[in-house]
């Protein structure tokens, strides 16, 4: 079956750096783009980034622009979420999650979501 | 930035009734509207997309309806596994895809 599988997650400093990844498995995954998504208590869901099923096109939430990048590589069917600057208010659970339409059509909701890793951004 | 206002904040509803929840979104959104629901300790999932789709393998007791800027989601006979958080989410406007803050549905 369709399977968004995230690791990376884990503590770290203010100013530090982490690279969340995101294993996919059931699909043809170099067809579809990914999103990752977080989600805090006091802030909800909140969308961080998009990358195409290509990788040629990246998408950014305002809060993390230039200091968050989303790769992919295909041959791994793998996605990564590298976090430079990283700030308290970046604690957050993070998922991946595919896109639900297809190469150059994308649809912007998300289906299937992964379990999730938390990042704890904390001195 | 679109911003979605999800009524009520908790909702209390017995078993087998209908339950209806609200989004409202601060410009249109035609119907590039989903709506997702959360168990604890788990991730959202994917109900309805395009405001009124229900998703693959969705109960039809699980329904949305709206377009522009008013939106609802209705559960039509409330069975035990349902109460949990609802979000609904759009992706008309975008970046950012925004979602709402929730509507929390508890057994009464």
């Known amino acids: 079956q369709v399977q968004m599988v995230e690791s990376g997650g884990g503590v770290v400093q203010p100013g530090g750096s982490l690279r969340l990844s995101c294993a996919a498995s059931g699909f043809t995954f170099s067809y579809h783009g990914v999103h990752w998504v977080r989600q805090t208590p006091g802030k909800g869901l909140q969308w961080v980034a998009f990358i195409r099923y290509d990788g040629d096109n990246k998408y950014y939430a305002d809060s993390v622009k230039g200091r968050f990048t989303i790769s992919r590589d295909n041959s791994k069917n793998t996605v990564y979420l590298q976090m430079n600057s990283l700030r308290t208010e970046d604690t957050a659970w993070y998922y991946c999650a595919k896109d639900d339409g297809y190469m150059s059509s994308w649809y912007n909701w998300f289906d299937p979501w992964g379990q999730g890793t938390l990042v704890i951004v904390s001195s | 930035e679109i911003v979605l206002t999800q009524s009520p904040a908790t909702l209390s509803v017995s078993p087998g009734e209908r339950a209806t929840l609200s989004c409202r979104a601060s410009q249109s959104v035609s119907n590039n509207l989903a709506w997702y629901q959360q168990k604890p300790g788990q991730a959202p999932r994917l109900l309805i997309y395009y405001a009124s789709t229900r998703a693959t393998g969705i109960a039809a007791r699980f329904s949305g309806s709206g377009s522009g800027t008013e939106f609802t989601l209705t559960i039509s006979s409330l069975q035990s596994e349902d109460f949990a958080v609802y979000y609904c989410?759009?992706?008309?406007?975008?970046?950012?895809?925004?979602f709402g803050q929730g509507t929390r549905l508890e057994i009464k």
């Open positions: 989410q759009q992706y008309n406007n975008w970046p950012p895809i925004t």
